[in-house]
DNA sequence: TATTCTATATTTGTATACCAGATTTAAGAG
DNA sequence: CTCTTAAATCTGGTATACAAATATAGAATA
């Protein structure tokens, strides 16, 4: 009797089939603006690329039309998609909603007051990256400021639908903190960033429920002004659809 | 990979193609329990039934399995996913977060006030169906009623986060609903969802926005209580995922 | 009878080939 | 030099064929 062989289906680790990694890959190449919106690829060049038949890369591609990524056109090429402003404002709608609920909620438990201390420790920290210039860091230090009331509430699944893995929010929202703006640019928008997580907390501190509501959402409109901004002075005109 | 070449023109030619008719056809046989959790597919079988080649039916049926709908296993073959009750409680929550607010928006913008006639016509019809045991207009009703007032405050897209084309819900839905349950506790169902659309508009007519709010909770969570009944009576065990 | 082994059938994953339509290129007329 | 037009090229859509893994049914065995 063979036992060398054991059989253990449900623990295994299966490897990521060549679909889901030629899709993992694009996905970074476009969520990261390495992949201008409007740049044309073609299926054929992708499986060159990867040295495999189309037939991987094109359930990649489909996946990725479906996700809005990619928009491909019957014997013209696959496309870039351009970012959708209107997506961009849905997703910041439903970000602002359900956020700010999480939020609110885990005030009314009483749960942030005594919290105060840590989450002045973490602007803290955000001020010297401020101080620092370290601007990247800070928008990780940004994301995890938020995270932080997820995880308070045990509802990261809310995450998916508030942008996390929207390709237009995700692009809109580089655009607005990335590399993409002036370093002056950058510095305002961060500095107000901090400023609002500030007031947030301060509103905790003082009780201040209906401050707290009010520094909340027009911290989630921010990604309007800067966008606005953006379009007005006509810079990025082509990553956008019309 | 080449993005020096950008392609600006956008153009828009949109005609159905055979794996979306394929998908559309399979996306409503399952949402709709025609096709029952578990059941068996192939893609060479489908091929046969749509008369072409497995390559449009892979590209639906690898779109049902990103939607959840199916799940395809290598060397297996490709099956009908049983329910998520997890999933379920997920778009449940959201759609509580997201409608509530939608709904109080209305209110605090004081433009149910002068709908209230309108409001108790809907119920009044409502009734009226229940009276008649035309339980599956009901249901139809039901929906417009609540849709009622996304288009009130122009948040369509909002339903698109609220269950609307989850394939989990949607199932979980059917079955609360469904001509799955015996009449009588179909009947107690409906009049109990009827009645609290009568409470939704006293607290609208009384100005009594925290009752709204309860009653707008609560409703939201009807579906909870009747999934837990059946399960606890062991009906469509088979139906659900662990 | 019950269990194990084996040959066969089934199913998804992938490669190759071909088609139809759109685009690009280049030749030709004015 | 510009415009027209037809051939060449590129692209996504589809069909067929084969490979690898799994399931199934029947035979062989204890």
């Known amino acids: 009797m063979d036992t060398s062989i054991i059989e253990n289906r449900d623990a295994a680790v299966e490897a990521p089939k060549l679909p889901d990694e030629i899709h993992y890959f694009l996905w970074n190449k ?6 201008k919106p409007g740049v044309k690829l073609s299926e054929l060049g992708l499986a060159e690329q990867f040295k495999c038949s189309r037939i991987p ?27 959708d402003l209107e997506e961009v404002k849905r997703v910041r ?20 007051g005594p919290l105060v201390p840590l989450l002045r420790g973490m602007v803290r920290d955000q001020k010297n990256m401020l101080s620092f ?21 045990n ?15 995700i692009r809109a929202r580089r655009l607005a903190l990335g590399v993409e703006r002036s370093d002056k640019q950058r510095y305002d928008d961060s500095l107000n ?16 429920r209906a401050a707290l509501e009010d520094e909340l959402i027009n911290h989630f409109r921010n990604i309007n002004h800067t966008l ?15």
């Open 57 to 83: 890369v094109r359930e990649a591609v489909r996946r990725l039309n479906v996700e809005g990524a990619l928009d491909s056109q019957p014997q013209r090429g696959s496309f870039v998609s351009r970012i």
């Open 133 to 153: 210039n370290e601007l990247e860091k800070l928008t990780d230090a940004d994301t995890q400021f938020h995270d932080f009331f997820y995880h308070l509430e």
């Open 155 to 169: 509802k990261e699944f809310v995450q998916a639908h508030t942008g996390r893995y929207d390709i237009h929010y």
């Open 193 to 208: 960033v901090v400023l609002q997580h500030d007031r947030m907390i301060d509103a905790i501190e003082n009780g201040d």
């Open 228 to 242: 606005e901004d953006i379009l007005h002075r006509n810079e990025f005109t082509d990553y956008f659809h019309i």
């Open 30 to 35: 476009i969520a990261t603006l390495e992949l």
């Open 93 to 112: 709608y439903l970000r602002e909603v359900l956020e700010t609920r999480i939020v609110l909620d885990a005030y009314d438990a009483n749960l942030l």
